[in-house]
T-cell receptor, first 111, second 114 residues
Framework: GDSVTQMEGPVTLSEEAFLTINCTYTATGYPSLFWYVQYPGEGLQLLLKATKADDKGSNKGFEATYRKETTSFHLEKGSVQVSDSAVYFCALSGGNTPLVFGKGTRLSVIA | DSGVTQTPKHLITATGQRVTLRCSPRSGDLSVYWYQQSLDQGLQFLIQYYNGEERAKGNILERFSAQQFPDLHSELNLSSLELGDSALYFC?????????????FGQGTRLTVV
């Protein structure tokens, strides 16, 4: 079945550092890909999405590109802030199926 | 605020008991999804309802059941609770039945079984 694998955390960065969180997927067909963020004590929020190959999703300085050839959707941000500390989930949907999530990567940004 | 409301926020109960978790979707959303989030399993899809009908089933135990009512709110019933059922239970809603489920999540119900 469909699955998502993302890098294990926790990831600890200093403020203004560059962030990459790796995500690869296995799916039949052409899934849509998502990044969700979960701030402490809150539910998941959609951060960005991409629906087809080579699409780039972006939001709040984060971006990710749908790479069909490497089945990847890595999350990047050029300069992280303390307020970016959260758990990040990569997810996919095959169209007829609900979201399938990775296990999440906890990011801690220190001042 | 996602517009999805879950109650209660916290629940502590004993093994063997039964609890009901409630979810009110965003206005206009017909799909409701239930997910379980635990430390070791991550986010696991349990079940989806669309406009009152069961649409998809995931890793939901037989001790668990759900339903969606005519006003579109949904309840997740957990019975014969075990320590391992302790987790965060999220509800999400979406306007879509299939296609691109950009689900909006509630804040979750933290269930602790003692």
């Amino acid at each position: 079945g469909d699955s998502v694998t993302q890098m294990e955390g926790p990831v600890t960065l200093s403020e203004e550092a560059f962030l990459t969180i790796n995500c690869t997927y296995t799916a039949t067909g052409y899934p849509s890909l998502f990044w969700y963020v979960q701030y402490p004590g809150e539910g998941l929020q959609l951060l960005l999405k991409a629906t087809k190959a080579d699409d780039k999703g972006s939001n709040k300085g984060f971006e990710a590109t749908y790479r069909k050839e490497t089945t990847s959707f890595h999350l990047e941000k050029g300069s992280v802030q303390v307020s970016d500390s959260a758990v990040y989930f990569c997810a996919l949907s095959g169209g007829n199926t609900p979201l399938v999530f990775g296990k999440g990567t906890r990011l801690s940004v220190i001042a | 605020d996602s517009g999805v409301t879950q109650t209660p926020k916290h629940l502590i109960t004993a093994t063997g008991q039964r609890v009901t978790l409630r979810c009110s979707p965003r206005s206009g959303d017909l799909s409701v999804y239930w997910y379980q989030q635990s430390l070791d399993q991550g986010l696991q899809f349990l079940i989806q309802y669309y406009n009152g009908e069961e649409r998809a089933k995931g890793n939901i135990l037989e001790r668990f059941s759900a339903q969606q009512f005519p006003d579109l709110h949904s309840e997740l019933n957990l019975s014969s609770l075990e320590l391992g059922d302790s987790a965060l239970y999220f509800c999400a809603s979406s306007v879509h039945e299939v296609g691109l489920p950009e689900a909006f999540f509630g804040q979750g119900t933290r269930l602790t079984v003692v």
